[in-house]
């Protein structure tokens, strides 16, 4: 998987003109740190109706034929079918991407908390008409609102997610097998340990009862539940029983002062004294050391590109 993933951007979050003042709202620490790795897509829906640019903000208010989005002065710009409509018409290179950035707040990309208006009164209950649209097209694309990926533990949660639906897909061009499923899941399963021990064991007993009859089934049921899996966030205790787990692969192999040190370095770890990537550095030299096929196969250990520098911050 060398070529270059691409992700769908907020236009306005690249530093595009587009915002109903005439403005952008450039996010240079995303760009620059998702950009050594991530090819972006940008796209502005507003603008892609017909929007000019400055032009009359919208907002979403409640109303009988449900939330619509109109503008802020004259509620009978109504634009509500036009927005959602844009999402099914530039279909063809959304399925190609790997992941979405949205903005925040607007109610056309917000996901989550957009304000919605009923007479003079607001609660931030809805969700951009665009961004509903797409998660309704795209139910396993990887979606993420800019601010929230300020936050470490999300954005981990985020690229795993957009490297597992990349992933998938591959395996799903390529003709599903039971085996590829199987495998699969071998490569994820510490991923999910340190998520989720329901979903992890839930998981393991789908893989289980996978048969030729059932596979197209299992199938969908694995990658649903894998993916909403990995939109948990992982705790320190998650991990730290994933620490646990893969010492015990090498607790007879060795010596003393090295077993010492990964126990020390882990418990600094769970109790918030040192970032993960330091019982993963030792980890990982010691698994250099001494192979296994199981550890060679899982990507708990290099699920994503070390250039983005997450796991310093996890
Ligand atoms: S519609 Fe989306 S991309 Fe366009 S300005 Fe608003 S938030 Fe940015």
């Known amino acids: 998987m060398d070529k270059q993933l691409i992700i769908g951007l907020s236009a306005c ?30 796209f502005c829906p507003e603008v892609a109706i017909g929007m000019s640019t400055p032009r009359e903000p919208i907002r979403l208010v409640t109303s009988t034929a449900g939330i619509q989005a109109v503008g802020t002065r004259d509620n009978r710009y109504n634009v509500t079918e036009p927005l959602k409509q844009i999402t099914v018409q530039q279909k063809a290179w959304i399925q190609t991407l790997s992941g979405y950035v949205v903005k925040k707040g607007s109610p056309s990309c917000g996901m989550e908390r957009v304000k919605v ?59 599903i097998t039971a085996y590829k499923i199987f495998n699969f899941h071998m490569q994820y399963k510490m991923v999910l340990l340190s998520r989720c021990q329901k979903s992890y064991r839930e998981l393991g007993r789908l ?42 692969f090498l607790k ?18 769970r109790i918030g004294e ?8 030792l980890l990982n030299m010691y698994f250099t050391r001494h192979k296994h096929r199981f550890i060679e196969n899982t990507l708990y250990l290099k699920p994503y590109p070390i250039e983005l520098g997450i796991y310093k911050k996890l």
């Open 13 to 42: 979050l690249a530093g595009e003109k587009v915002r109903f003042d005439g403005g952008h709202r450039k996010d240079a620490t995303l760009l620059e740190e998702m950009g050594k790795c991530f090819e972006f897509r940008t």
């Open 117 to 175: 208006y009923t007479e003079n009164r607001d609660s931030p209950t809805g969700m951009g008409l665009f961004t509903e649209q797409l998660i309704q097209l795209f139910p396993l694309l990887p979606v993420e609102e800019e601010g929230r990926l300020k936050n470490p533990v999300l954005l981990d949660s985020f690229i795993q997610r957009i490297y597992a639906y990349q992933r998938w897909n591959e395996l799903d061009k390529s003709g």
């Open 207 to 248: 893989i289980a009862a996978i048969t030729r009859d059932n596979i197209s089934i299992i199938a969908k049921q694995y990658i649903n539940t894998l993916m909403a899996t990995l939109k948990k966030p992982a705790t320190r205790g998650g991990h730290f029983n994933v620490l646990q787990h893969l010492f015990g």
């Open 252 to 269: 007879n192999q060795l010596p003393d002062e090295e077993k010492q040190q990964l126990l020390y370095t882990a418990e600094k770890y």
């Open 274 to 281: 040192l970032p993960l990537i330091a019982p993963l550095i």
